[in-house]
T-cell receptor
Framework: GAVVSQHPSWVICKSGTSVKIECRSLDFQATTMFWYRQFPKQSLMLMATSNEGSKATYEQGVEKDKFLINHASLTLSTLTVTSAHPEDSSFYIC??????????FGQGTRLTVV | GESVGLHLPTLSVQEGDNSIINCAYSNSASDYFIWYKQESGKGPQFIIDIRSNMDKRQGQRVTVLLNKTVKHLSLQIAATQPGDSAVYFCAEKGSGYSTLTFGKGTMLLVSP
């Protein structure tokens, strides 16, 4: 079946530094990918929609300058958390739709900012 | 039994029991509904889906029921196993490449 690979699976960084998370569709092309954030014991909240060749669409309340999204190719989207702070610590998950009804999720990235 | 925790409701069952996880969705215009299973520290995994023109769909050990009148979705797991322990989310979406909206989730705990 289709696979979406997310890397890294976990990262610890110092406050003030930036962290890049990659999301790749391994056996299909994705013009759109989605980035979610999940706090412990809570549901997935959509942060932004990554669009290949154009600007990402951010959900209300998500700072676009804080969470930089680049969809450079049909198989790769990256999320960069800039100037990370402890409150940015969370589980970040990407998803790529293969068809109108099939969406595959990455393994998630546990970000801890110390 | 079922209890409501700080954020996630929890359903505790014994191995071999049938489990029913419920979800209320918000958008009457949603066209497509999916159940996902999420194990700790991992991304969601697809379990089963159903379109809005159906009211029941069965898979292997799982059944999804859709009641559009009351905007309610349920996931039934037959003969629940310890490996079924996870958080289960329902999700809804419109037609086309519209975004998924996730429900709050239910934690299923299966005791041997």
């Amino acid at each position: 079946g289709a696979v979406v690979s997310q890397h890294p699976s976990w990262v610890i960084c110092k406050s003030g530094t930036s962290v890049k998370i990659e999301c790749r569709s391994l056996d299909f092309q994705a013009t759109t990918m989605f980035w979610y954030r999940q706090f412990p014991k809570q549901s997935l909240m959509l942060m932004a929609t990554s669009n290949e060749g154009s600007k990402a669409t951010y959900e209300q309340g998500v700072e676009k300058d804080k969470f930089l999204i680049n969809h450079a190719s049909l198989t790769l989207s990256t999320l960069t958390v800039t100037s990370a702070h402890p409150e940015d610590s969370s589980f970040y998950i990407c998803s790529a739709p293969k068809t109108n009804t099939e969406a595959f999720f990455g393994q998630g990235t546990r970000l801890t900012v110390v | 039994g079922e209890s409501v925790g700080l954020h996630l409701p929890t359903l505790s069952v014994q191995e071999g029991d049938n489990s029913i996880i419920n979800c209320a969705y918000s958008n009457s215009a949603s066209d497509y509904f999916i159940w996902y299973k999420q194990e700790s520290g991992k991304g969601p995994q697809f379990i089963i889906d159903i379109r809005s023109n159906m009211d029941k769909r069965q898979g292997q050990r799982v059944t999804v029921l859709l009641n559009k009148t009351v905007k309610h979705l349920s996931l039934q797991i037959a003969a629940t196993q310890p490996g079924d322990s996870a958080v289960y989310f329902c999700a809804e979406k419109g037609s086309g490449y519209s975004t998924l909206t996730f429900g709050k989730g239910t934690m299923l705990l299966v005791s041997p």
